[in-house]
Each structure stands twice: as C-alpha cells, then as structure tokens.
C-alpha cells in the first residue's frame, strides 16, 4: 500500500544553519503531497503542498519540490531560526480517482528539529 | 470561524470505562477525520466521514465508534477503554480535493 518514509529524527541544528529533511514515498496513482509542522503542545499545521509534478511549495522560507523521477519531497529552509523548533511530517494523499478519493493522508512518522541560539 | 475544536484537551481513564471525543468544526468540511498519534509515530487514521450519515473505518478502527448525525459534529466514542488506547487523538476536517484542517488535539490515558 502507500506509505512515506521520512528520515528519522532527532535533528539538532544551530541558528542560520540550513536544513533539509529527507522524505520519500510509494504510492499509486498521482498523489498530493503535503509538509505539516506541530509545534510543542500543538496540533498540526499545514506548512506546504504540492499537486503535481515538479510543484515547488513554499511558506515562510520552507521549500520542498514533487520529484516524480525520485519519489521525494524533501523539505529544505535555507536559514533556520529557533522558533522553527518543531515535529515536521510528511504525508501524502493518494488520487487514484481524482473525484472519488475521499482526502486521506498517510503521514511518515516525523522529524523532530530542535534549533539552538 | 472557531476552526476545528476539540474536547477534551486531556483526559484520564480507568480500563473499561467508556467516553465520547467530541469535535465540532464550522468550516463547511464535508469530510472529516479522526487520527491517532502515538509517541514517535504518525498519525494513523481510525474513522472518517464524506457528509452527514456517512462513515468509513480507516487503518486502525478497532475500539472505536463514530457517528455523523449532522455536518458540523464528529463525535469518537471508546466503549471499553484500554491501555492500548493511551494516545493523542486528532481530529481534522477539509472540503473535498482541498486541505485538512486539524483540531488542537485530546490526549488520552487509560490506565
């Protein structure tokens, strides 16, 4: 079935460093992927999507790219703060039937960043 | 918009007692989710739902029972809590082919 495997945690990084958290997946048919973010006593939080092929998403400096060819979405921020200190996730929703897929994510089991001043 | 709410944000339970998780969104999403997030894991899905009267088991359903008797309300009951149960229970709603939205989380321990 399909799954993401993201690389494993935890990451320490110092303030300005750059980041980049490995993610891969195996799915069928086109699925979106997504970058959620949990900050410590929190729910998640949408971070960026990707729909298709070679989409770049991005929000507050974070980037990740849909690489079909290599089946990855690895996250990369080129200057990290302290307050991106967080529990990051990957997930993916399968679209075998765009009109019919009910919106399901399978999610990798984390990476938790821990940044220092 | 309140968003995604759920109650309650933490909760302690003796095996074999029972309780309902509730959660309640007013962002017209047809769908909703419940998730489990054990420590060091991802979220796994239990139930979901694509609109009033309509629910669906997901990967781990088993203990569980949920109900959609109107849009915005998607209670998650446990009939006989047990320590396998200990968890972070999220639950999320989207529109369809658009993003989930997640609830700020009940933590559960059943002990």
């Known amino acids: 079935g399909d799954s993401v495997t993201q690389m494993e945690g935890p990451v320490t990084l110092s303030e300005e460093a750059f980041l980049t958290i490995n993610c891969t997946y195996t799915?069928?048919?086109?699925?979106?992927l997504f970058w959620y973010v949990q900050y410590p006593g929190e729910g998640l939080q949408l971070l960026l999507k990707?729909?298709?092929?070679?989409d770049k998403g991005s929000n507050k400096g974070f980037e990740a790219t849909y690489r079909k060819e290599t089946t990855s979405f690895h996250l990369e921020k080129g200057s990290v703060q302290v307050s991106d200190s967080a529990v990051y996730f990957c997930?993916?929703?399968?679209?075998?039937?765009?009109?019919?897929?009910?919106?399901?994510?399978?999610f990798g089991k984390g990476t938790k960043l821990s940044v220092k001043p | 918009n309140a968003g995604v709410t759920q109650t309650p944000k933490f909760r302690i339970l003796k095996i074999g007692q029972s309780m309902t998780l509730q959660c309640t969104q007013d962002?017209?999403?047809?769908?909703m989710y419940w998730y489990r997030q054990d420590p060091g894991m991802g979220l796994k899905l239990i139930y979901y739902s694509v609109g009033a009267g309509i629910t669906d088991k997901g990967e781990v359903p088993n203990g569980y029972n949920v109900s959609r008797s109107t849009t915005e309300d998607f209670p998650l009951r446990l009939e006989l809590a047990a320590p396998s149960q200990t968890s972070v229970y999220f639950c999320a709603g989207a529109r369809p082919g658009e993003t989930q939205y997640f609830g700020p989380g009940t933590r559960l321990l059943v002990l």
């Open positions: 799915a069928t048919g086109y699925p979106s």
């Open positions: 997930a993916l929703s399968p679209r075998i039937n765009y009109g019919g897929s009910q919106g399901n994510l399978i």
């Open positions: 962002m017209n999403h047809n769908y």
């Open positions: 990707a729909t298709k092929a070679d």
